[in-house]
Every structure is written in structure tokens, then in C-alpha cells.
């Protein structure tokens, strides 16, 4: 089964509107990164979160390992928060992504 | 100035066709290396990945081929394209079990 699993899969929200972005891992990890990817496909990195919480603006990432999961909150969103969020989960060796959730904040 | 640089940005191929792809990573010393691939609406899938100068290890076969012929460069290859080739290539490296870099990226298509 996906090792990683992101939810929701995609999401519509008005401006102004928060969202939660929830990471679910069945594997053991030592880090866990959020990305945006860009509509030409290239990497932003949000947070390297292994552990606690995150903030930075307005977005906080908050990781809990012994519950397997990670959140990403986006307050009062824009419309250029638009886009695809991704989170990655490393061992020694692998990274593996989730399939990503598609949010689309409408004006 | 960039630590992570790939090359080339955007290729168009013919199937059939041989393929090199480059990385290069300045001012790090023995970083883990990766190469990533994602169909259009697919999920990213790593590749290979590398701690070693001449030492690469393969996660997902795709008909591609990878080396690492310096500390510095990572190469994703093959002699003969196939269409399911098309995608996005990404290169990524890091050191320790610490937060991961990752290129820009190159655009293949393959017609």
C-alpha cells in the first residue's frame, strides 16, 4: 500500500478562508518535508518538519510521529496560494512523496 | 549562487533516441544525490540515488541508467527513449538525515 497519503485531494476555498492539509505515513521516517510545486513542475520547500511545530507566515506545520501524521495550515489563504502541496517522507535513503493535494483559492 | 544546477531545462527527443540529463552540486562535500521522475498528473517516483562517488543504486526501473563520475555530478541516461520517458526529472541531494534540495528541474518530452 502508499506508504505516504495526503488528504483532502484537492480543495476549493473562498479568500480569506483557512485550510488543513493532513500527511499520513505507514513507514517509519527521520524527516518529513512540505513542498509546493509550481505549475512548471519545480520544488518549493515549506517546512522540514521531523518533529513539533513550524510556522512560518502563514503557514504552520505541525508533526506528530507517534500518530504518523503531519498537517499543514494555511491561515486566511490567497489566491496565490494556489497551486499543489506535497509531503515527503525520508529515511536513510528514500524520499518518498505523497500523491499531493490540488488547492484552488477562489477570489 | 545556486548550489543545485540542472541540465538541460526542457528537451524534446525522438523515440528511439539516446538521453543524458545533468546535476551538479557546488560547495557540498559527499552529499546523497537522487534522481526523481513524474509523469504529467502523476506522483514523483525517486529514481536512484547515490552516497558515493561511483556508487548508485537503482529504487524504480524505468529503462534509465545513472552514474555518478564525480563527488559532484550525478547523470541520468539511457540509449533508447521510449515515449512513457516524457515527464518531469528532478535532482535532489542532502547530507545527514537532514531537509532535501532539490533542482529546478528538467521538462522531457518525447515524440
Known amino acids: 500500500g502508499q506508504q505516504v497519503q495526503q488528504s483532502p485531494a484537492s480543495l476549493v476555498l473562498q479568500e480569506g478562508e483557512n485550510a488543513e492539509l493532513q500527511c499520513n505515513f505507514s513507514?517509519?521516517?527521520?524527516?518529513m518535508q512540505w513542498f509546493y510545486q509550481r505549475p512548471g513542475g519545480s520544488l518549493v520547500s515549506l517546512f522540514y518538519?521531523?518533529?513539533g511545530t513550524k510556522q512560518s507566515g502563514r503557514l504552520t506545520s505541525t508533526t506528530v510521529i507517534k500518530e504518523r501524521r503531519s498537517s499543514l495550515h494555511i491561515s486566511s489563504s490567497q489566491t496565490t496560494d494556489s497551486g499543489t502541496y506535497l509531503c515527503?517522507?525520508?529515511?536513510?535513503?528514500?524520499?518518498?512523496f505523497g500523491k499531493g493535494t490540488h488547492l484552488h483559492v477562489l477570489p | 549562487a545556486q548550489t543545485i544546477h540542472q541540465w538541460p531545462v526542457a528537451e524534446i527527443k525522438a523515440v528511439g533516441s539516446p538521453l543524458s540529463l545533468g546535476c551538479t552540486i557546488k560547495?557540498?562535500?559527499?552529499?546523497?544525490l537522487y534522481w526523481y521522475w513524474q509523469a504529467t498528473g502523476g506522483t514523483l517516483q525517486q529514481l536512484f540515488y547515490?552516497?558515493?562517488?561511483?556508487?548508485v543504486e537503482s529504487v524504480v526501473q524505468l529503462n534509465l541508467s545513472a552514474s555518478r563520475p564525480k563527488d559532484d555530478q550525478f547523470i541520468l541516461s539511457t540509449e533508447k527513449l521510449l515515449l512513457s520517458h516524457s515527464g518531469f526529472y528532478l535532482c535532489?541531494?542532502?547530507?545527514?538525515?537532514?531537509?532535501?534540495?532539490f533542482g529546478k528541474g528538467t521538462r522531457l518530452t518525447v515524440v
Open positions: 535532489a541531494w542532502r547530507q545527514g538525515g537532514t531537509e532535501v534540495f
Open positions: 513507514t517509519s521516517l527521520n524527516s
Open positions: 515527503a517522507i525520508t529515511n536513510a535513503y528514500k524520499v518518498i
Open positions: 518538519n521531523p518533529s
Open positions: 560547495g557540498k562535500s559527499s552529499p546523497n
Open positions: 547515490s552516497i558515493t562517488v561511483g556508487q
